[in-house]
């Protein structure tokens, strides 16, 4: 259930993710009795890529995805599954969701069950979904409904016995580094949910069911597996490459679990490929710098306001689409409550050189005076006396 360094490995956030916390905010909106948790950075020109995450996941896990998808000019979503029952409640949900983002098509990158919410989505909503990346997931949940008998008293199971549920999946022993970091990070991520949010994905989890078939064709589906080993059986995961067989495959020879954690650079990669071979066009023009309420963009989207990069109705205080309520959670410093541009390196420099270039000017002057004083007193000094 560990990855092998312990609880202080758990509680300590890694680097990258304090700068992510610090630049990228953290966006809340309540649709109705549903109050959805999620990231959305990169240019609102282009069409996102949402990513769900698997029963132990949250909308921190994919990170590392934003920030690198992000500043190649994708557009990235994040979300947290919210407290959802059964499949059809998170089909009419996640269907508000995007409604009051004003997104009407999505590519969707989904892992373990958040693979099987996307297909789900994908089957119900044909015309909503674009593509797909499925990594370590299943087409349906008979096996773990099996595995959990006790389902039906869930709602009155404590918390930390949920946890530790949740958690037997991953294998236990030592890791090498990276995928026991990985671990760990989703272990502290674990720690963050109620009792209600665990207990409404293990119902997600459990409640039987199979996903039929999909109006997308296979030539964009994209099945990304790791080779060593997961949660999920491989029994499982072989049936998505049968029912999937024009499908690309991305293959990882390790990763664990969670290779958009352990392996993100090979993540990525295959992420950025997927999105070229759909048409999904990046807009890295769009990507020149940050700004202090956590976006980012060109001279121009500030000059704008930022409505093509991580501004959408709702984000300022303003009434959110629909009507919802629309909250915006800045994680990091309050230095994210000002409008005014962080310096970049241009700007920087204009203003060394700008300083240098007056230093230099008030030095000529005080030479050229010196200069001038010193000639003045050689000549009268020349000069004969008058006696």
Known sequence: MKGGGGAAAASAAPGDYVYFKSVVPLHKISIGPKLWRYYDFGPKTVPPLVCIPGIAGTADVYYKQIMSLSMKGYRVMSIDVPQVWNHQEWIHSFEKFLDSMNIHHVHIYGTSLGGFLAQIFAQHRPRRVKSLVLSNTFLETHKFAAATPWSPVVNWTPS????????????????????????????????????????????????????????????????????DYSAVPQQLKDQVNERYPGARRAVLKTGGDFPFLSRPDEVNLYLQLHLRRVGVEPRPDLVQGFTRNGSAGSSKDQKDGGNNFDNHPGDNGGPGSGGHDHETQNSGSESHDSDESIPTSTMLANTILGTVSSTLQASLCVLLIHHYYESALYISSRQPLDV
Not at 177 to 197: C, G, H
Not at 201 to 218: I, K, Q, T, Y
């Open 160 to 227: 930390f016995l949920l946890k530790r549920y949740l958690l037997t999946g991953i294998r236990d022993g030592p890791h090498e580094p990276f995928i026991a970091d990985s671990v760990d990070f989703v272990v502290s991520q674990v720690e963050t949910l109620s009792r209600d949010d665990l207990s409404s994905r293990l119902m997600l989890n459990v409640n039987v069911a199979s996903v039929g078939s999909l109006m997308l064709p296979d030539s964009l589906v994209t099945i990304m597996d790791t080779n």
